[in-house]
């Protein structure tokens, strides 16, 4: 009696479908460009108003930092992992009154497409620096403008305003 | 009395005023259906992500119960100004409770946290994205309800947001993130 031919025939399939898989895979993890990139910028906000209008005006220097890790597949579609280090000092521009503020934050996008942008708003904490002047310490709102193009990330501080809820 | 030509010349004429008339409607009902077809098609959505932890006090030895909300409400257009665009806003509230690590409530003497900030951000595309999405996280500041900021605490809530073809889903809370941010 002759033998069905289907199992041996199943099987082959079966390992050739794995193979190919495998090989897929392969393919797709070559072409998946990783990428990584710190970015430092020094940021000066003139003169932002606080939330009371007896209170002064404040000028704020930062040095933002941006450790931004990309992944671009071949079909475009990308993956962004930044994680933002903010630091930053404010000066009444009257008195001279001292704030501090710093913080880290990580944040992640993923799109099917590699060109966008993602504004977004960050909140600070400015602390009074002088422990002798109690509840002088405010929030900030930041805004900041995270700008891809064709895979390439940029990162612009747009505004500080003073958060006054 | 007409004679046949003089009756296929009347024929002929209405025919072209039908044909003329139906041109000039149907080319108006283009225009009307072209315009819009591009103008800004806008939709909303709104979400409420309930936020109930028992979280480490980085300020203390200490535990806080935090019990809050945060609503997001969402709004894609497309056709607009850019290809397609996506914003979200974030409005949070809650308070803090001193607690036992397993939740248990205690009393110290001191008032509770409270919590309420805005937030928001933005999204622009050459076109409308298969697939999008943020993880992004939502500072809060709980500061007693006394305002001493002495153990003021900086709380991060880390949301997951997705959206297939321009439509959102649910939000995801991933975790939260605490650290002191004592003032003065």
Known sequence: ?165 | METPTAQNNGRGARFLRTALVLLIVAFGLSRHVQAQLISPITLNYSFSVPVAKVVPNACTSGFVLIDGTISLNIRTIEGGQVPFSLTVTYASTGNGQDALADGTLILNGKLNYVYSSQTGSEAGFPEKPQDFGQTVGIRDYLVRSSGDKSDQLLVETVLDLTFTNGVPSAPVLEKLNISCSAGS
């Not at chain 1, 931004?68 to 009257?94: C, L, P, W």
């Not at chain 1, 799109?111 to 109690?134: A, G, N």
Request: charged letters at 20%; glycine letters at 6%; aromatic letters at 10%.
């Open chain 1, 1 to 165: 009696m002759r033998r069905s031919p289907w199992p041996q025939s199943g099987l082959g399939i079966v390992v050739l479908a794995a193979a190919l898989l495998a090989l897929f895979q392969e393919q797709a993890r070559a072409q998946t460009v990783t990428k990584t990139e710190t970015t430092t910028t020094d940021v000066v906000f003139k003169n932002v108003t606080r939330c009371n209008a007896n209170q002064e005006a404040v000028d704020i220097y930062a040095r933002e930092k941006h450790y931004t890790q990309t992944q671009t597949s071949a079909s475009g579609a990308m993956k962004i992992a930044d994680s933002f280090n903010d630091q930053g000092t404010g000066t009444g521009q009257v008195s001279g009154a001292q704030y501090g503020y710093s913080f880290v934050s990580d944040n992640k996008f993923r799109s099917s497409t590699s060109t966008f942008y993602v504004r977004i708003q960050f909140r600070e904490h400015l602390i009074r620096l002088d422990s002798t002047v109690p509840g002088d310490d405010w929030y900030s709102l930041e805004t900041l403008l995270i700008n891809v193009t064709n895979g390439n990330t940029t990162f612009k501080a747009e505004t500080i305003q003073a958060d006054c809820r």
